[in-house]
């Protein structure tokens, strides 16, 4: 049972443009989601998180959103610049501290 | 230095073995993950710990056994390695009061 899902494996997008990164989840217990960004050969980096009483936090050029009636999240990259290419995974938990759950990721490519 | 480090950093075995894979931290965290990475399939979650004398299975714990030998210390084990456990292996760690959790370079592991 996939409680974290990213139904896109993959998305480009031209430089300068928004890059949008959509996930959906289905245990209504998830009170924190966090994006990680993941380079080849490294670990997965954190990127921003939100709590479940915001639907918005932003962090310079990056914004996620959060609508818990659909159960689904999005991150936002404007504007989307080469380095941003990498796989994006998304993650939430049920307690602040505790174990999370990740989606299947996209990678995502940013075109010169 | 890296807070989170993992060795080793490759490793080909052939089915039948036993392997451990090490992880160590210097984030001054009591909690720490092991998890896999798959194509497709994003980050499951192996097995984790919250305190030394503490230790939980995750999504995917069979076929694994993990060992927390001190605070900054925790490896993950194959009893008898097969083919389908070829994956990308991931420790990471993290404080009681936030989601954030710190990751390591990985270790990538193939098994003939």
């Known amino acids: 049972d996939q409680q974290v899902k990213q139904n896109s494996p993959s998305l480009s997008v031209q430089e300068g443009r928004i890059s949008i990164l959509n996930c959906d989840y289905t245990n209504s217990m998830f009170d924190y989601f966090l994006w990680y960004k993941k380079y080849p050969a490294e670990g997965p980096t954190f990127l921003i998180s939100?709590?479940?009483?915001?639907d918005k936090n932003e962090d310079g050029r990056f914004t996620v959103f959060l609508n818990k009636s659909a159960k689904h999240l999005s991150l936002h990259i404007v504007p989307s610049q080469p380095g941003d290419s990498a796989v994006y995974f998304c993650a939430a938990s049920e307690l602040r501290g505790s174990r999370l759950t990740f989606g299947e990721g996209t990678q995502l490519t940013v075109n010169p | 230095d890296a807070d989170v480090t993992q060795t080793p950093r490759n490793r080909i075995t052939k089915t039948g073995k036993r392997i451990m894979l090490e992880c160590s931290q210097t984030k001054g965290h009591d909690r720490m993950y092991w998890y896999r990475q798959d194509p497709g399939l994003g980050l499951r979650l192996i097995y984790y710990?919250?305190?030394?004398?503490?230790?939980n299975k995750g999504e995917i714990s069979d076929g694994y056994s993990v060992s927390r030998q001190a605070q900054a210390k925790f490896s993950l084990s194959l009893e008898s390695a097969i083919p389908n456990q070829t994956a990308l292996y991931f420790c990471a760690t993290g404080g009681a009061r936030s989601n954030e959790q710190f990751f390591g370079p990985g270790t990538r592991l193939t098994v003939l």
């Open positions: 939100i709590s479940s009483i915001k």
């Open positions: 710990s919250f305190d030394v004398k503490d230790i």
